[in-house]
């Protein structure tokens, strides 16, 4: 029967917190990546991270020993160019910055996101994820396209992004990092391995990028796999909405986790995005971290 705690509760080893974030990006975990990778076993052999995402927990982990894949090639472009040529990516965005700040800050995204939309890539994208509105990548299921307006904050500026991508770059350039889909990652594990998934949440993230065409059932058939065979496997999920009044059901085996833990990670920024920047008193989230293992 799974163990259901809060993580506030919850047994886990003491983990430094790394907090300058390199993307926006909604469900980002970074604030609380320390707690989570405080919840991972002692010891462990190759790390997998098979929706990476922004990266936090990639980040805060900093494995000497790691796989971590996403199918968004974009994306992957910016974690590549992080590890291979961090001096690029400094360029990247300083480039656009200067092309889209203060007065010019809208007219300068839009041109951004026209040339993304022409052509996705990962220089055009990580400007965008930084400056759009909360963060939320937004793309249209038809064609793809990001519909994502201008956010109404001011990006960091040159000068404070190279200082994080030099503190990331320290962090990731060992890991291997490769465009892959989560079930050819996740097949790769051994036993005594780890894998952290982060994938879209069925409630609240069908708009964004993979979330059209993500099927949870797909997931857990592949975690059960991975649990046969002795692989560790760590998965955050929907937990609850509206302030904890509504609990997001899923489709979960009972024997599948160990533990349950919930994490209150405040109001949602999906919610304030669709609903025009209201201030969602009532829309306060939580998480779930499910467990193949004790802890």
Same mark, same amino acid.
């Given at each position: 029967?799974?163990?259901?705690?809060?993580?506030?509760?919850?047994?886990?080893?003491?983990?430094? !917190?790394?907090?300058?974030?390199?993307?926006?990006?909604?469900?980002?975990?970074?604030?609380?990546?320390?707690?989570?990778?405080?919840?991972?076993?002692?010891?462990?052999?190759?790390?997998? $991270?098979?929706?990476?995402?922004?990266?936090?927990?990639?980040?805060?982990?900093?494995?000497?020993?790691?796989?971590?894949?996403?199918?968004?090639?974009?994306?992957?472009?910016?974690?590549?160019?992080?590890?291979?040529?961090?001096?690029?990516?400094?360029?990247?965005? #300083?480039?656009?910055?200067?092309?889209?700040?203060?007065?010019?800050?809208?007219?300068?995204?839009?041109?951004?996101?026209?040339?993304?939309?022409?052509? !996705?890539?990962?220089?055009?994208?990580?400007?965008?994820?930084?400056?759009?509105?909360?963060?939320?990548? #937004?793309?249209?299921?038809?064609?793809?396209?990001?519909?994502?307006?201008?956010?109404?904050?001011?990006?960091?500026? !040159?000068?404070?992004? *190279? #200082?994080?991508?030099?503190?990331?770059?320290?962090?990731?350039?060992?890991? *291997?990092?490769?465009?892959? *889909?989560?079930?050819?990652?996740?097949?790769?594990?051994?036993?005594? *391995?780890?894998?952290?998934?982060?994938? !879209?949440?069925?409630?609240?993230?069908?708009?964004?990028?993979?979330?059209?065409?993500?099927?949870?059932?797909?997931?857990?058939? $592949?975690?059960?796999?991975?649990?046969?065979?002795?692989?560790?496997?760590?998965?955050?999920?929907?937990?609850?909405?509206?302030?904890?009044?509504?609990?997001?059901?899923?489709?979960?085996?009972?024997?599948?986790?160990?533990?349950?833990?919930?994490?209150?990670?405040? #109001?949602?920024?999906?919610?304030?995005?669709?609903?025009?920047?209201?201030?969602?008193?009532?829309?306060?989230?939580?998480?779930?971290?499910?467990?193949?293992?004790?802890?």
């Amino acid at each position: 029967m799974i163990q259901h705690i809060l993580f506030k509760d919850a047994p886990h080893r003491y983990i430094r !917190p790394f907090t300058p974030q390199l993307l926006k990006w909604v469900g980002n975990k970074q604030r609380f990546a320390h707690e989570i990778v405080g919840s991972f076993p002692e010891k462990f052999g190759r790390y997998y $991270e098979p929706f990476l995402g922004s990266g936090g927990i990639l980040a805060t982990l900093a494995p000497v020993n790691a796989l971590a894949s996403d199918t968004f090639s974009p994306l992957m472009e910016i974690w590549l160019t992080l590890k291979s040529n961090p001096k690029q990516l400094k360029e990247w965005y #300083r480039e656009r910055w200067q092309n889209a700040h203060g007065e010019r800050k809208q007219e300068g995204y839009e041109k951004i996101k026209a040339s993304y939309n022409r052509s !996705p890539n990962g220089a055009d994208l990580l400007f965008l994820c930084r400056s759009c509105y909360g963060g939320v990548v #937004r793309f249209r299921q038809a064609d793809g396209f990001m519909s994502t307006p201008c956010g109404i904050h001011e990006p960091i500026t !040159p000068d404070s992004f *190279d #200082r994080r991508v030099d503190l990331w770059h320290e962090r990731i350039h060992l890991a *291997d990092l490769t465009v892959m *889909d989560f079930r050819d990652a996740m097949k790769k594990a051994r036993r005594g *391995d780890l894998i952290y998934c982060d994938p !879209p949440y069925s409630h609240s993230q069908s708009i964004l990028y993979g979330g059209q065409q993500f099927r949870l059932e797909k997931l857990l058939e $592949e975690i059960l796999e991975c649990k046969s065979r002795g692989v560790y496997v760590a998965l955050s999920i929907d937990g609850t909405k509206k302030s904890g009044e509504m609990n997001c059901d899923l489709p979960i085996q009972d024997d599948l986790f160990e533990e349950e833990i919930f994490v209150n990670v405040g #109001r949602s920024m999906l919610r304030r995005f669709q609903m025009e920047g209201q201030t969602l008193e009532s829309e306060v989230v939580s998480d779930r971290l499910l467990l193949t293992y004790k802890l």
